[in-house]
Antibody, heavy 121, light 107 residues
Framework: QITLKESGPPLVKPTQTLTLTCTFS??????????VGWIRQPPGKALEWLAS???????RYIPSLKSRLTITKDTSKNQVVLTITNMDPADTATYFC?????????????WGQGTPVTVSS | DIQMTQSPSSLSASVGDRVTITCRAS??????LIWYQQKPGRAPKLLIY???SLHGGAPSRFSGSGSGTDFTLTISSLQPEDFATYYC?????????FGQGTRLEIK
């Protein structure tokens, strides 16, 4: 049974760095064809993919935020960490992590419950 | 980036109706198209992957079709629990991109 859970601060100030942790169980990030991605959703808006880290340590980022994002994994702890620097009120959103499986392309088949983050002074 | 455009943005329908939602990609994505359902305050749920493959946990009244740039999600007979927002997503290339969503409401 695959489960994921996001954790991080609910409130950050503008210009601060946000660190989000995704703790998962039921799979290994060293298994071929597996990845974990981060997706966010501002209040009332659509989903936006941010970054993914793959079983072979490859990382991919959304170009518009690439300079501010870092995604890492700790296979021994079953965790994936996303850091976002220089936070802005426009980054207020619910942040989800999700398991990605490859079958005719990667897709998100299991999601965490999401963690809301508000950026405000 | 590949842009994903869904239509309509919102839709009103009744229980038992057959409903179709369309997703168009800005360039050819073969069948690298995924559909999700999201209810308020909840994480999205996978419905369809590879354009037409039903995810194990999804009801059989959901089906997907299409290839290239034009795709559809069909719900054969709407059930009360189907009223939600639906998103398409392309996995042909990064950045992964989602459609803007289609909100399905009760008529």
């Amino acid at each position: 049974q695959i489960t994921l859970k996001e954790s991080g601060p609910p409130l950050v100030k503008p210009t601060q760095t946000l660190t989000l942790t995704c703790t998962f169980s039921g799979f290994s990030l060293s298994t071929s064809g597996v990845a974990v991605g981060w997706i966010r959703q501002p209040p009332g808006k659509a989903l936006e993919w941010l970054a993914s880290i793959y079983w072979d340590d490859d990382t991919r980022y959304i170009p518009s935020l690439k300079s501010r994002l870092t995604i890492t994994k700790d296979t021994s702890k079953n965790q994936v960490v996303l850091t976002i620097t220089n936070m802005d009120p426009a980054d207020t959103a619910t942040y989800f992590c999700a398991h990605q499986r490859f079958s005719s392309g990667y897709y998100f088949d299991f999601w965490g419950q999401g963690t809301p983050v508000t950026v405000s002074s | 980036d590949i842009q994903m455009t869904q239509s309509p943005s919102s839709l009103s329908a009744s229980v038992g109706d057959r409903v179709t939602i369309t997703c168009r990609a800005s360039r050819d994505i073969n069948t690298f198209l995924i559909w999700y359902q999201q209810k308020p305050g909840r994480a999205p749920k996978l419905l369809i992957y590879a354009a037409s493959s039903l995810h194990g946990g999804a009801p059989s009244r959901f089906s997907g079709s299409g290839s290239g740039t034009d795709f559809t999600l069909t719900i054969s007979s709407l059930q009360p629990e189907d009223f939600a927002t639906y998103y398409c997503q392309q996995s042909s290339s990064t950045p992964i991109t989602f459609g803007q969503g289609t909100r399905l409401e009760i008529k």
